[in-house]
């Protein structure tokens, strides 16, 4: 077997893996350099400096796995690999502490303007009254978004003798209250807290996360730490709320753009910035590189990845009683997730129909995939679906029965919301996943893009209002359904979306006569 390795790895990592295979360092390859040799590898392992593009997939005619030493995957074209039948795997856990304890430090240095005073002191002033600090002791420090980062973030905090609050709409009350933390809500944390951190991965729902309105809820004295991702806060409104003194301070590790020259932030004396040096410690250097050579003897020794990105979550042995039911069993979790205003603690899934006979594992992991995936960058698979719904506290209950209705087979997943059950049924039509009830109102349509949900009491016209904003906004509508509960009740209403429509729009259809809100699904 031979490996090839295009980016700079930690000794450690390339001493386990020559003591298997043989293993040739080749870094600062380009696209046509790397083309040229890797039809002779069975393995790639990389960090973020390569770029693994579809020709490159294509021109690995040995390739069996590709081992990214850290988490994020954007530099590897993950669907290519996948149609090749090419594992891709990772190390996500490696960098976690180092990641929290930058965090950390990002947050005394803003604290303390150690950048700053350090600056000065270089530039031959001795100009201390103008970097009188704040101290953390006694403070709040609002964490959003608990996984492993958040989670490290939070009892570093707690040592430093600070009041944690933490939101994060997929984790359970009583987990992070046994760490000290005390969950909130969003607008409270930003409203109360002195420092925020945000511990999130950028997905479509994380994406400006905090932007101007949530950074008008902070205080006056409050300081934001991203070291997470950049996008997850609004750069320019970010630049706007500390040019306006609406917020004192922020510390930046990661960027929309790298490096960020053109930011308006680079120049702003109130933000500490790094270069996106969160996992930059020679202990997690040598973990990430550790466990990806790991996971990389793994695959070509022929056994199973702990942390495969895009291994099939379906054994080959089920694959044909169940494919017809992944996507549907993942898309239910994906919008029970968005419905939801509160915490999930709980959920009770029942297969109804032909299903109550098979084996569902895969289904449960590939719900509990769509439940919580949009809160992790560890990839949600067959064998970690379970230990991550445990460390979030999320409970999964399953019931099987017979009977399904006016349907061969039908998943139903049932949760608490704001004090009401609540659930979602769904079931497959030509192998296309449906929802065919949300709540009290049966209703169907097929599970593909944008889903505009609007609650409201039925009324001639309404729906040519709605058509009006949408066609004004230049959003089109594919497809509708309206279930109702009595003529002239309440009702709602679902459009399939060809485009994305914007909160504004949403903001319009929810002023409309009769109309009680909506909810947008992204799938």
């Given at each position: 077997?031979?490996?090839?390795?295009?980016?700079?790895?930690?000794?450690?990592?390339?001493?386990?893996?020559r003591?298997?295979v043989?293993?040739?360092?080749?870094?600062?390859?380009?696209?046509?350099?790397?083309?040229a040799?890797?039809?002779?590898y069975?393995?790639?392992?990389?960090?973020?400096?390569?770029?693994v593009?579809?020709?490159?997939?294509e021109a690995?005619?040995?390739?069996?796995v590709?081992?990214?030493?850290?988490v994020?995957?954007?530099?590897?074209?993950?669907d290519?690999a996948?149609?090749r039948?090419?594992?891709?795997v990772?190390?996500?856990?490696?960098?976690?502490?180092?990641a929290?304890?930058?965090?950390i430090?990002m947050?005394?240095?803003?604290?303390?303007?150690i950048?700053?005073?350090d600056?000065?002191?270089?530039?031959?002033?001795?100009a201390?009254?103008?970097?009188?600090?704040?101290?953390?002791?006694?403070?709040?420090?609002?964490v959003i978004?608990?996984?492993?980062?958040?989670?490290?973030?939070?009892?570093?905090?707690?040592?430093?003798?600070?009041?944690?609050v933490?939101?994060d709409?997929?984790?359970?009350?009583?987990?992070?209250?046994?760490?000290?933390?005390?969950?909130?809500?969003?607008d409270e944390?930003?409203?109360?807290?002195?420092?925020?951190?945000?511990?999130?991965?950028?997905t479509?729902?994380?994406?400006d996360?905090?932007?101007e309105r949530?950074?008008?809820l902070?205080?006056?004295?409050a300081?934001?730490?991203n070291?997470?991702?950049?996008?997850?806060?609004?750069?320019?409104?970010?630049?706007?709320a500390?040019?306006?003194?609406?917020?004192a301070?922020?510390?930046?590790d990661?960027?929309?753009?790298?490096?960020?020259?053109?930011?308006?932030?680079?120049n702003?004396?109130?933000?500490?910035l790094?270069?996106h040096?969160?996992?930059?410690?020679?202990?997690?250097?040598?973990?990430v590189?550790v466990?990806?050579?790991?996971?990389?003897?793994?695959?070509?020794?022929?056994?199973?990845?702990?942390?495969?990105?895009?291994?099939?979550?379906?054994?080959?042995?089920?694959?044909?009683?169940?494919?017809?039911?992944?996507?549907?069993?993942?898309?239910?979790?994906?919008?029970?997730?968005?419905?939801?205003?509160?915490?999930?603690?709980?959920?009770?899934?029942?297969y109804?129909?032909?299903?109550?006979?098979l084996n569902?594992d895969?289904?449960?992991?590939?719900?509990?995939?769509?439940?919580?995936?949009?809160?992790?960058?560890?990839?949600?698979?067959?064998?970690?679906?379970?230990?991550?719904?445990?460390?979030?506290g999320?409970?999964?209950?399953?019931?099987k029965?017979?009977?399904?209705?006016?349907y061969?087979?039908?998943?139903?997943?049932?949760?608490q919301?704001n004090?009401?059950?609540?659930?979602?049924?769904?079931t497959?039509?030509?192998?296309?996943?449906?929802?065919?009830?949300?709540?009290?109102?049966?209703?169907d349509?097929?599970?593909?893009?944008?889903q505009?949900?609007?609650?409201?009491?039925?009324?001639?016209?309404?729906?040519?209002s709605?058509?009006?904003?949408t066609?004004?906004?230049d959003?089109?509508?594919?497809?509708?359904?309206?279930?109702?509960?009595?003529?002239?009740?309440?009702?709602?209403?679902?459009?399939?979306?060809?485009?994305y429509?914007?909160?504004?729009?949403?903001?319009?259809?929810?002023?409309?006569?009769?109309?009680y809100?909506?909810?947008?699904?992204?799938?």
């Amino acid at each position: 077997m031979r490996v090839l390795v295009s980016d700079p790895l930690a000794q450690d990592g390339l001493e386990l893996l020559r003591a298997e295979v043989i293993v040739d360092v080749e870094t600062g390859l380009d696209e046509d350099g790397l083309a040229a040799v890797i039809g002779e590898y069975d393995a790639l392992v990389v960090r973020s400096g390569t770029q693994v593009t579809e020709r490159i997939i294509e021109a690995g005619s040995r390739l069996q796995v590709i081992g990214r030493a850290g988490v994020g995957v954007d530099n590897i074209n993950v669907d290519a690999a996948t149609r090749r039948g090419i594992l891709v795997v990772n190390a996500p856990d490696g960098n976690t502490l180092a990641a929290a304890e930058h965090t950390i430090a990002m947050m005394l240095s803003l604290a303390r303007h150690i950048p700053q005073a350090d600056a000065s002191l270089r530039a031959r002033k001795w100009a201390r009254k103008q970097f009188v600090g704040t101290e953390v002791n006694g403070k709040t420090l609002g964490v959003i978004g608990l996984g492993r980062i958040g989670r490290e973030v939070a009892s570093r905090a707690r040592g430093l003798r600070m009041r944690v609050v933490g939101y994060d709409p997929y984790m359970a009350s009583e987990p992070a209250e046994q760490l000290g933390i005390e969950m909130v809500q969003l607008d409270e944390l930003l409203a109360e807290s002195d420092f925020i951190t945000v511990h999130v991965p950028l997905t479509s729902d994380t994406r400006d996360l905090i932007g101007e309105r949530e950074l008008g809820l902070m205080k006056p004295t409050a300081r934001i730490i991203n070291c997470a991702r950049g996008g997850v806060v609004n750069e320019d409104e970010l630049a706007q709320a500390l040019e306006t003194n609406r917020i004192a301070g922020a510390a930046l590790d990661v960027f929309v753009s790298e490096p960020p020259f053109d930011s308006p932030l680079v120049n702003s004396p109130k933000v500490v910035l790094t270069p996106h040096l969160g996992a930059s410690t020679t202990e997690a250097q040598v973990a990430v590189a550790v466990d990806v050579v790991r996971e990389v003897l793994a695959v070509l020794a022929g056994e199973p990845a702990k942390h495969p990105v895009n291994a099939p979550m379906i054994p080959p042995e089920m694959q044909a009683q169940l494919l017809p039911f992944c996507e549907l069993a993942e898309k239910l979790g994906r919008s029970v997730s968005q419905l939801m205003d509160r915490r999930l603690s709980q959920v009770e899934v029942t297969y109804a129909g032909r299903l109550a006979d098979l084996n569902t594992d895969p289904l449960r992991a590939l719900l509990i995939k769509g439940l919580l995936q949009p809160a992790t960058e560890t990839q949600i698979t067959l064998v970690n679906a379970n230990l991550i719904a445990r460390e979030r506290g999320l409970h999964v209950v399953e019931r099987k029965i017979e009977e399904a209705g006016h349907y061969a087979n039908l998943i139903t997943v049932r949760f608490q919301d704001n004090g009401a059950v609540r659930k979602v049924s769904g079931t497959t039509v030509r192998d296309e996943p449906h929802i065919v009830q949300i709540d009290e109102y049966q209703i169907d349509f097929t599970l593909r893009g944008h889903q505009l949900l609007i609650y409201h009491c039925d009324r001639p016209g309404l729906i040519g209002s709605v058509g009006q904003l949408t066609g004004k906004a230049d959003v089109n509508i594919a497809f509708m359904a309206v279930g109702r509960l009595e003529p002239r009740g309440t009702s709602l209403m679902v459009l399939t979306l060809d485009e994305y429509v914007p909160r504004e729009v949403r903001t319009e259809i929810e002023a409309l006569p009769n109309v009680y809100g909506t909810r947008l699904l992204e799938l």
